[in-house]
T-cell receptor
Framework: AQKVTQAQTEISVVEKEDVTLDCVYE???????LFWYKQPPSGELVFLIR??????QNEISGRYSWNFQKSTSSFNFTITASQVVDSAVYFC??????????????FGRGTSLIVHP | NAGVTQTPKFQVLKTGQSMTLQCAQD?????MSWYRQDPGMGLRLIHY???????DQGEVPNGYNVSRSTTEDFPLRLLSAAPSQTSVYFC??????????FGQGTRLTVV
C-alpha cells in the first residue's frame, strides 16, 4: 500500500477556476511531517509548505490554501482562481521516522495540473 | 549560497557502462538522499544517508551504490547501467523534519 496517495493523476481546469488537489497518507507514527512540492515544466522541485502532525491549523498563502485533517489522514491543497502559471506537477510527501531516527520524505505519485487560458 | 549541487545535468550511457552522479550540499544538513523520477511513479527513494559513514537502502536500491565520506557529498554510482535505469535523478538534503532541498536533477538515458 502506498504511504502517500494522490488519486488524481491529472486535473484540467480553465483559468480562474478553483481546484483542489487531494493527498491521503498512511502512518502509525504520532510525529510526522507533511509537505507539498511543485514541479513546473522546467523540472525543478519547489517547496510549498510543511506541516507537522501536531499542527492541524489550516494555512492560507495568497491563492494557495491547505487543509490538514488527521481524522481522515488527508492534507489537501486548494488553488483559488487558478492561473496558467500554476500548471505543474504537484507532489505531496510524508516524513516519518525511519531506522536511525531519520526523517526522509516519501512522495506520492503526483498530480499534473493543467490550467487552460 | 549554492544549496544542493548535482552534476551532470544530462548523461547518455551505453548498457553496461558505469558512472557516478555527484551531489554536494553546503547547508550542513544531516540527511541526504537520492530519488529517481519516472512518469506516473512520482519520486522513489533509492538510497539515503543519515550522516557521514552511514547509508541505508530506500525503495528501489538495486543497481545503485552510495557512500558518504563527508557531510557535504553523497555520490550515486551506477555499477553496470541498464535501460531500466533511464530516469531523472534527484539528490536532496534535509535536516530532521525540515523540507528537503533538491538539486536540479540529472536526466540519464541508457541505450
Amino acid at each position: 500500500a502506498q504511504k502517500v496517495t494522490q488519486a488524481q493523476t491529472e486535473i484540467s481546469v480553465v483559468e480562474k477556476e478553483d481546484v483542489t488537489l487531494d493527498c491521503v497518507y498512511e502512518t502509525r507514527d504520532t510525529t510526522y511531517y507533511l509537505f507539498w512540492y511543485k514541479q513546473p515544466p522546467s523540472g525543478e522541485l519547489v517547496f510549498l509548505i510543511r506541516r507537522n502532525s501536531f499542527d492541524e491549523q489550516n494555512e492560507i498563502s495568497g491563492r494557495y490554501s491547505w487543509n490538514f485533517q488527521k481524522s481522515t489522514s488527508s492534507f489537501n491543497f486548494t488553488i483559488t482562481a487558478s492561473q496558467v502559471v500554476d500548471s505543474a506537477v504537484y507532489f505531496c510527501a510524508l516524513s516519518e521516522v525511519r531506522a536511525g531516527g531519520s526523517y526522509i520524505p516519501t512522495f506520492g505519485r503526483g498530480t499534473s495540473l493543467i490550467v487552460h487560458p | 549560497n549554492a544549496g544542493v549541487t548535482q552534476t551532470p545535468k544530462f548523461q547518455v550511457l551505453k548498457t553496461g557502462q558505469s558512472m557516478t552522479l555527484q551531489c554536494a550540499q553546503d547547508m550542513n544538513h544531516e540527511y541526504m538522499s537520492w530519488y529517481r523520477q519516472d512518469p506516473g511513479m512520482g519520486l522513489r527513494l533509492i538510497h539515503y544517508s543519515v550522516g557521514a559513514g552511514i547509508t541505508d537502502q530506500g525503495e528501489v536500491p538495486n543497481g545503485y551504490n552510495v557512500s558518504r565520506s563527508t557531510t557535504e557529498d553523497f555520490p550515486l554510482r551506477l555499477l553496470s547501467a541498464a535501460p531500466s535505469q533511464t530516469s531523472v535523478y534527484f539528490c536532496a538534503s534535509t535536516n530532521s523534519g525540515t523540507e528537503a532541498f533538491f538539486g536540479q536533477g540529472t536526466r540519464l538515458t541508457v541505450v
